[in-house]
């Protein structure tokens, strides 16, 4: 029997671990019991000595003094400041007239602001939540499918966690030793993607079922010129306009990828909102105007949010900020929108900071207890064990690639990803990093994955944030005064199952497709390491003494 504990402590530990919290105790608690535990038992069967577990303050106190989880709490803080100071309101009020007359409009208005809060925030709960207090009613007013609408808002929240700057991408990168920036460049377009597909969605669907997404009738369109018409010739000029100005100042830069990206919609805002400004000037003083209601007030809406996403993003990809100080400046951009909008008082920074500290100690309280646990693990030859399985599967990089994914895909039914990134990610990197593939791309691959945790039925957690807001009991319309039929648990489990399969697509594409994450490495400078040379002076020779 002890022969046999020996040979299998790993698998037994890693089972009991399963066990653990298939019974529901807190991960945190569980990780740290179960690390504990079986190092008294590996103490006990001399696997190692008492002293192996003087390692564990130490590592406890690496977690304590970890700079780049200092992201987590500023980034978590901006996106909750900035959530309830009502941008999401303001962007999706100004982007479902924008394309609202268009069939499937409010599906699209709401993939393009889940995008622009996911840059934002970083906070799936937030997101959720906004769109969903926010764009489900109207949705339901104007006749929408109830599980397009429920599939649409939990699954553009989600975006939250894999368009930069997001919570599980500092983790992750911290998990697999690499830089934060880099996953941050590396998942940008894979984000970006992401949101695509899922428009495209929204397409295929008011393209086949009309009825499911129809555009907004003509009375609910606002920002209307005296004479009736809607202004879009001005907003169109406008946008090409300030492209092409963005444009033309990056054309002779070096940048590539998402550095390039970042910084011409950098400029192209800073062009569009010149001319917002001067045009409001001259309407002003000499009554002249140029631009239309919806030009000036998309510009106006939409130039605060990206202004920040290029003091958080553009700073760190072009390496004036670290990920840390991004999330700093962007904890401080969002207090001034705030104190701009007048709508920053003490109740709002109380609730933030509240709910900051909550879910930094959350994580923290985690790591501890995989750090716990990984230690003891270690100790039993664990790592040895699972990089046996792994590297021993057939098809080797992409027979593990697949493997991966497909368990990272079945545990998301019941981890999320702090839970996850914690206990999984340690296991998986040092075999992936043996099997010669390139930890950034690694990292993002599992962070796509990862999403659908926040959209498996029935444990998902934007599911569970969407069904805490959307109405359980018919209702009036305030607008219609028509009674409104309420949204069934069931309607938002189906909603959401065309998205997992759409995100399970996106984790295909970034495989077959590496370069969608690889080109990071491009705005990294390039040295030939055989070009090279160091020269070390001969030292000088000491002065002869005088003996005499």
Same mark, same amino acid.
């Given at each position: ?109 709401v993939v393009f602001v889940g995008a622009l809060l996911a840059a934002t925030t970083g906070v799936v709960a937030a997101s959720v939540i906004s769109m969903g207090l926010i764009s489900l009613p109207i ?83 606002? $920002? ?98 670290t990920p840390t100080e991004g999330g700093a400046m962007g904890a401080v951009g969002a207090v001034v929108l705030a104190l701009i909008k007048r709508r920053l008082d003490f109740g709002l920074v109380r ?121 359980? $009991? ?38 077959? $497709? ?35």
């Amino acid at each position: 029997m002890t022969a046999f504990l020996i040979d299998n402590m790993a698998p037994i530990m890693f089972g009991a671990l399963v066990i653990f919290l298939l019974l529901g105790y807190p991960v945190a608690f569980s990780l740290a019991a179960n690390g504990l535990l079986f190092g008294l038992i590996g103490i006990e069967l001399g696997l190692f000595g008492p002293n192996f577990l003087q390692a564990m303050p130490e590592r406890v106190l690496g977690v304590m003094s970890n700079e780049t989880l200092l992201a987590v709490p500023f980034f978590t803080f901006m996106g909750l400041i900035l959530e309830r100071s009502g941008m999401a309101e303001d962007l999706l009020d100004t982007i479902g007239q924008l394309f609202g007359r268009i069939r499937g409009g409010l599906g699209y208005a709401v993939v393009f602001v889940g995008a622009l809060l996911a840059a934002t925030t970083g906070v799936v709960a937030a997101s959720v939540i906004s769109m969903g207090l926010i764009s489900l009613p109207i949705m339901l007013r104007y006749g929408y499918d109830r599980r397009v609408a429920s599939g649409v808002i939990a699954a553009s929240g989600t975006l939250a966690q894999i368009i930069p700057p997001s919570l599980v991408l500092i983790i992750m990168a911290d998990q697999l030793g690499r830089s934060v920036g880099d996953m941050y460049e590396g998942a940008f377009l894979p984000g970006m993607m992401l949101a695509g597909m899922y428009a495209l969605y929204i397409f295929v669907v008011s393209t086949i079922f009309p009825k499911a997404a129809p555009g907004l009738p003509p009375e609910a369109i606002g $920002f209307r010129e005296e004479n009736g018409r809607r202004g879009m010739t001005s907003l169109s000029l406008l946008t090409l306009a300030s492209a092409a100005f963005g444009y033309a100042v990056m054309r002779g830069s070096k940048t590539s990828g998402a550095d390039f990206v970042v910084l011409t919609m950098f400029f192209a805002m800073l062009f569009a909102f010149a001319i917002a400004i001067l045009d409001t000037v001259v309407a002003r003083l000499f009554g002249l105007r140029v631009l239309s209601k919806i030009a000036r007030q998309v510009v106006f809406v939409m130039v605060p949010p990206l202004a920040l996403i290029f003091l958080v993003l553009g700073t760190i990809f072009i390496g004036v900020a670290t990920p840390t100080e991004g999330g700093a400046m962007g904890a401080v951009g969002a207090v001034v929108l705030a104190l701009i909008k007048r709508r920053l008082d003490f109740g709002l920074v109380r609730q933030a900071v509240h709910a900051t500290a909550k879910l930094s100690a959350f994580a923290i309280f985690i790591l501890i207890g995989a750090r716990v646990f990984s230690l003891t693990f270690y100790g039993v030859n664990g790592h040895l064990w699972v990089e046996h399985l792994l590297t021993s599967l057939p098809g080797g990089e992409v027979g593990f690639l697949i493997f991966v994914n497909l368990l990272v895909f079945v545990l998301a039914f019941f981890l999320d990803y702090f839970e996850l990134a914690f206990i999984i990610i340690p296991l998986l990197a040092p075999v992936a990093d043996k099997l010669g593939i390139d930890l950034v791309w690694f990292g993002v691959i599992l962070a796509v994955n990862m999403q659908t945790s926040f959209m498996h039925p029935p444990f998902g957690f934007a599911l569970f944030f969407l069904r805490s807001v959307a109405p359980k $009991f018919p209702y009036k319309d305030r607008v219609t005064g028509l009674e409104t039929a309420p949204i069934t648990t069931g309607q938002i489990y189906w909603g959401a199952v065309p998205f997992v399969i759409i995100q399970l697509i996106g984790v295909a594409m970034v495989i077959l $497709f590496p370069q969608l994450v690889m080109h990071y490495k491009g705005s990294a400078p390039a040295v030939d390491p055989k070009t090279i040379e160091i020269q070390i002076a001969p030292p000088e020779t000491p002065p002869a003494l005088d003996l005499r």
